[in-house]
């Protein structure tokens, strides 16, 4: 049992180009939740969703999109990057309803556009 | 709008010395909040959770927080601080939905001394 795994760990994006932040979770977890983190700002939620074929936007959706297209999977696409975009990005799951007790994170991935 | 507060940025402490972190909250009504830790280059770890049961919440390694309406705060308590606390810690509460979704706080760096 893996839990909530991200890929890249680490990686340099150029103004303007593009990515997706892989997240895959092996627990069968209905919800699921995409979080940056900047120096001091604690994490901001990007996008979530709630089963597949359903996202919605969190708080600081401009700039991302993602997918649903099965419960494991919930990746996040960067599609213009921005140096603003520079961040640790987190991604979550959540078997069902009710936060915070039930939120199993994955170790980050940390983007730097350049 | 539910929201958190971490008064202290950065708290530093000797171990074997007191540990508080403080924290304050908004929420139109009865929250549901936490505490994550944050250790170097890692994922985040709940420490613990209140919703509406006892005040006093005990969590993992020793560490404690107490729910006080009246002073709308949580503030975060271990009674002799050990290196190994050394980390990065979020104050959290529960959007108030039924989407499992969470409100970050600012985060506290706990720095132990020897």
């Known amino acids: 049992n893996a839990g909530v795994t991200q890929t890249p760990k680490f990686r340099i994006l150029k103004i303007g180009q593009s990515m997706t932040l892989q997240c895959t979770q092996d627990?069968?977890?209905?919800?699921m939740y995409w979080y940056r983190q900047d120096p001091g700002m604690g994490l901001k939620l990007i996008y979530y969703?709630?089963?597949?074929?359903?996202?919605d936007k969190g708080e600081v959706p401009n700039g991302y999109n993602v997918s649903r297209s099965t419960t494991e999977d919930f990746p996040l696409r960067l599609e213009l990057a921005a140096p603003s975009q520079t961040s640790v990005y987190f991604c979550?799951?959540?078997?069902?309803?009710?936060?915070?007790?039930?939120?199993?994170f994955g170790s980050g991935t940390q983007l730097s556009v350049l | 709008a539910q929201s958190v507060t971490q008064l202290d940025s950065h708290v530093s402490v000797s171990e074997g010395t007191p540990v508080l972190l403080r924290c304050n909250y908004s929420?139109?009504?009865?929250?549901?909040l936490f505490w994550y830790v944050q250790h170097p280059n890692k994922g985040l770890q709940l420490l613990l959770k209140?919703?509406?049961?006892?005040?006093l919440v005990k969590g993992i390694n020793g560490f404690e927080a107490e729910f006080k309406k009246s002073e709308t705060s949580f503030h975060l308590t271990k009674p002799s601080a050990h290196m190994s606390d050394a980390a990065e810690y979020f104050c959290?509460?529960?959007?108030?939905?039924?989407?499992?979704?969470?409100?970050f706080g600012q985060g506290t760096t706990l720095q132990v001394k020897p």
């Open positions: 929420s139109s009504y009865s929250p549901s």
């Open positions: 959290v509460v529960s959007d108030g939905g039924n989407t499992g979704k969470l409100i």
């Open positions: 627990m069968n977890h209905n919800y």
């Open positions: 979550a799951s959540n078997p069902g309803q009710g936060g915070g007790e039930k939120l199993f």
């Open positions: 969703s709630v089963g597949a074929g359903i996202t």
């Open positions: 209140y919703t509406s049961a006892a005040t």
